[in-house]
């Protein structure tokens, strides 16, 4: 199982995308992130998180995010990808709120 880490903003996101994507590329058809530890992040998460799903969908894989934060999914949201990190049954920590904007 992959994880993010626990600060993802775009000072971190090229290494921590090198990271998921060499852990994608050896592990299993269904790769699964745990997204649970991540607290501290910006819109670059979302786009570590888009780059590693194109990258499994380039080889085959699907990608499944567990333990997803609440902010980032209204962040996933507002940005209008939430549906494309949702499509390999996402699961996150905590019930969804009306988004407070």
Not at 33 to 43: P, R, Y
Not at 69 to 97: F, I, K, N, Q
Request: with cysteine; hydrophobic share 55%; net charge neutral.
């Amino acid at each position: 199982m992959l994880a993010l880490p626990a600060v993802l903003t775009h000072a971190q996101a090229v290494p921590c995308l090198a990271q998921l994507s060499a852990g994608m590329a050896a592990g299993p058809q269904q790769v699964v992130l745990n997204a649970q530890a991540l607290q501290d992040f910006d819109s670059s998460a979302l786009a570590v998180l888009l780059e590693l799903r194109r990258a499994c969908l380039r080889v085959g894989k699907q990608l499944q995010i567990t333990g997803a934060p609440v902010r980032l999914m209204h962040l996933a949201s507002l940005y209008g990808v939430r549906a494309l990190l949702e499509d390999g049954a996402l699961a996150h920590t905590e019930s969804l709120a009306p988004a407070q904007v």
